[in-house]
């Protein structure tokens, strides 16, 4: 199984910080908030990871390089600077990620999650792992019931940003920007989306609070 970082995303909320910075390079404890994905899925037995990049994209490979720090290789998906969302990332990273279920993580969220857990997950559509309520999402978005999730219903609980997905899910895509949730809307419909709760660790790098709150985190 590859696995991808989504890491092309412009950090609006986080400026100015993120205009000399691409969010996922800013600095966690003094490391790249990157980095703490790398690791962790190198430790998970990782070892091809795409990661797209858009705004301030030249710096991410300066920084990280080829992966041979980690005992990884790294694929680069290059994108407009105002970058292509979560599916037209995703759809466009495809050649790179195989014809198989990948992993697909956030690069704005710190998390102690096990992506190796991952690797045992039978999909065929999607698979979310699912948080409980942060403060700024306390409406959740998905229902988790019977490990499969429902657009509709209580109670509700919060994507975290980590995800399974198979191709088949972006067959009829085109190529061009646009959100996978209404993709995961669709399949959910068809009863189609697998999921599961994590009580751990996890923060999003959203705004500068946040980030303050993931280096408290990490610290501890």
Known sequence: MRAMILAA???????????TLPKPLLPVCGKPLIEYH????????FREIVINRGHLGDRLPEALGDGARWGVTIHWSVEPPEALE???????????????PFLAVNGDIW????????RAVKCDYAHLVMIPNPPHN????????GGRLHADGEPRLTYSGIAVYHPRLFEACTPGRFSVVPL?????RDR?????????????????????????????
């Not at 995961?184 to 959910?188: R, V």
């Open 9 to 19: 995303g412009r950090g609006k909320r986080l400026r100015p910080h993120t205009d």
């Open 38 to 45: 790398l690791e962790a899925l190198a430790t998970a037995g």
């Open 86 to 100: 979560t599916g037209g990332g995703l759809h466009q990273a495809l050649p790179l990620l195989g014809n198989g």
């Open 111 to 118: 998390t102690d999650y096990p992506f190796a857990r991952l």
């Open 138 to 145: 306390p409406r959740g978005d998905f229902r988790l019931s």
């Open 184 to 188: 995961l809307l669709n399949a959910m």
């Open 192 to 220: 189609i989306v697998t999921g599961e709760r994590y009580d751990g660790a996890w923060s999003d790098v959203g705004t500068p609070e946040r980030l303050a709150a993931v280096e408290a985190l990490a610290a501890g």
